[in-house]
């Protein structure tokens, strides 16, 4: 398909959040199903589970917000698992919601660069809540540069960020799980189902800032957005079909969460709210991303501070008989570099993947075990000031292993719409750091924020 540029577009068509805010009243609740915990870094102040038993769901529903996330973590899952799981949260929440008089509609919100289960996770929601009219699909991130225009999925490059990179095109697209050749979202619908699925339908940009928005028909509905007032005249336009009955399933980037419950793009999180978050002393870095973002934004960290360094190599992780020693090492290293200095907790660089998709899962299932037990035994003997977590995998067993944190309230982000603070009802604080976002020194910017809370 090739590069391009962002051309000239229609006047974007304000739609303030407070107007989608409004719409809301009386709609049924906002479950996010989400694939790894990096969906949350969009929004503020809503609950997130990474427990699904009827009363964490019912404590979710009973703070009264639009919307709660349900960690499922299913993207580090084979698909029968994936899809097991699933279907074990939906039937959870219904019946929970059934009990209280609620009415809920699913979200399976995943990967801004398309890597994730699909249509398996949707289908599974529709089987479980009955074939919804159309399943609609934003994976647009405006924050990060993941824009939908022309029903194509872009990148926003360079430094103005007006250079558009096809997704099919970028180093995620070679996934080794989650691979795909397409960008125009139509076609990645039509390859990711084996042909099964090519009724798609796409809204766009046009029509979205002309005004009013009429949802078009398809089995699936590609929605364009290049910002968020975008996504929210989508958002009304959902919601009115809604009201007159029509049921949807969506399946979202992190943009059209906040986008559906009214939220507007807020700024990150203050140096006093920061302060009163975080613990005293030193923080604890996990990294197991491999993607060259991360390792970008790992060495620009040690260029800019001093820190201890502690690394977990994978070649011996994957050996059975050096794995345990190897770890104990690593934890005690860890335990005693916290005392005195920001600690990195990361794997060797060097990838390694298997013959197929499924070996590959189950090798960065291997390696984020390692570091969520290290990660683990650390945090019960010394805890830090604050736990980052880089990689959506990473982050999501850091929360649900490392530091049991069942429930959570997100509390905003700490970069301009990435890098979400997390505050467990028990434990330190989170924060879930996706490997795929910001620029090379956005790692190095975050721990410093954090250490100066952390020291204050």
């Known amino acids: 398909m090739g590069r391009g540029r ?5 006047p974007v068509r304000v739609v303030p959040a407070q107007r989608v805010r409004e719409a809301l009243a009386g709609t049924p609740t906002v479950v996010v199903l989400d694939d790894d915990p990096t969906g949350t870094q969009t929004v503020r102040d809503l609950p997130v589970l990474t427990r699904w038993a009827a009363e964490d769901v019912d404590w979710a529903l009973a703070q009264g917000t639009p919307a709660f996330f349900v960690l499922t973590n299913t993207r580090s899952l084979g698909a029968d698992d994936a899809a097991a799981r699933d279907r074990e949260v939906v039937r959870t929440c219904l019946e929970v919601a059934r009990r209280r008089g609620v009415e809920l509609v699913f979200a399976s919100r995943s990967d801004s660069t398309l890597r994730g289960h699909f249509p398996l996770e949707t289908d599974v929601i529709a089987q479980e809540t009955g074939t919804p009219d159309a399943v609609i699909l934003a994976p647009a991130y405006t924050d990060a540069g993941r824009v939908t225009l022309d029903g194509v999925h872009w990148l926003r490059e360079g430094p103005d960020g007006a250079d558009l990179v096809p997704v099919a095109e970028s180093e995620f697209a070679a996934d080794a799980t989650f691979g795909y050749r397409s960008s125009r979202l139509a076609d990645w619908v039509a390859e990711k189902s084996a042909g099964a699925i090519t009724d798609v339908a796409e809204l766009r940009i046009e029509d979205l800032r002309a005004g009013p928005v009429q949802l078009p028909s398809g089995r699936v509905i590609v929605l364009d957005a290049v910002v968020d007032d975008d996504l929210r005249a989508a958002v009304l336009a959902i919601l009115a079909a809604e009201r007159d009955g029509a049921r949807f399933v969506y399946r979202v980037g992190p943009s059209f969460v906040r ?3 009214g939220q507007p793009e807020p700024p990150p999180i203050d140096d006093a709210e920061l302060r009163g978050a975080v613990g005293d ?5 996990v990294a197991g991303s491999h993607v060259g973002r991360t390792s970008r934004q790992l060495a620009r960290l040690a260029d800019r501070r001093d ?7 994978v070649p011996t992780v994957l050996d059975d008989g050096a794995r345990d020693a190897h770890l104990d090492r690593a934890a005690t290293q860890v335990e005693s570099a916290l005392g005195s200095s920001t600690t990195v907790l990361s794997t060797s660089r060097t990838r390694i993947t298997g013959r197929d998709e499924a070996e590959s899962l189950a090798i960065a299932r291997r390696i984020s075990a390692a570091l969520t037990a290290v990660t683990a035994r650390v945090v019960a003997a010394r805890p830090p000031a604050w736990v980052l977590a880089k990689g959506g995998i990473t982050s999501s067993d850091v929360a ?5 944190a069942d429930r959570a309230w997100v509390r905003g982000s700490l970069l301009p719409g990435i890098v979400s603070l997390w505050a467990p009802t028990s434990g330190p604080p989170l924060v879930v750091f ?4 910001g620029d090379d020194d956005a790692l190095a ?3 410093d924020r954090l250490e100066a809370a952390a020291c204050a």
């Open 6 to 10: 962002l051309a000239t577009l229609p």
């Open 259 to 261: 986008a559906r419950v």
């Open 281 to 285: 002393g030193h923080g604890l870095v």
């Open 307 to 313: 820190l201890a360094r502690v690394e977990v190599d």
């Open 400 to 404: 649900t292993e490392s530091l049991r």
């Open 434 to 437: 996706a490997g795929n976002v």
């Open 445 to 447: 910017d975050v721990v």
